[in-house]
C-alpha cells in the first residue's frame, strides 16, 4: 500500500526511483485505495512527466500510460465516485502534453481515438 509522503513534489534524480514510484501510484491510482488524496493523482501525472523526459524515445507511450491509467479507474465502478471523478477531470492532462511532440500519422490517430474515449467518459 502506498503512504502518503506530505513532502512536497520534488523531482527524482534516479530513474528507478522514478519507475518505481510511478509504478506503485499507478497500482494505488487503479485500484482507488486513497479516494480523499487527489494529490496522487498529480504527483503521479508529475512522476510520468519525469519519466517521459528521461526516456523521450518512449514520451508518447508513456502518456499514453498515463491516460489509460486514468481512464481506467474513471470507468471502474468497483471504487469511489468522487475517486472516479477526480482521474476523469485529470484525463485530459497526457492528452494535452502529447499535443508539444511530433507524432506520426498513427500516433495522431490513436491520440484521436482517445480523445474520443474521453468524450465518451464524460458521459457516464
Not at 503512504?3 to 494505488?28: C, G, H, W
Request: proline content about 6%.
Amino acid at each position: 500500500m502506498y503512504s502518503i509522503n506530505p513532502i512536497p513534489y520534488k523531482p527524482l534524480v534516479d530513474n528507478q526511483s522514478i519507475i518505481t514510484e510511478f509504478m506503485t501510484l499507478e497500482r494505488a491510482i487503479i485500484e482507488g485505495t486513497h479516494p480523499n488524496s487527489p494529490e496522487l493523482i498529480s504527483r503521479y501525472i508529475a512522476l510520468g512527466k519525469d519519466h517521459a523526459k528521461s526516456q523521450p524515445e518512449s514520451t508518447v507511450s508513456i502518456y499514453i500510460e498515463i491516460f489509460s491509467t486514468l481512464s481506467k479507474a474513471a470507468e471502474s465502478t468497483h471504487i469511489e465516485r468522487q475517486w472516479r471523478q477526480c482521474c476523469l477531470d485529470a484525463c485530459y492532462r497526457p492528452l494535452y502534453f502529447l499535443k508539444n511532440f511530433s507524432l506520426s500519422e498513427d500516433e495522431r490517430n490513436h491520440i484521436r481515438f482517445l480523445k474520443i474515449k474521453l468524450a465518451s467518459l464524460k458521459e457516464f
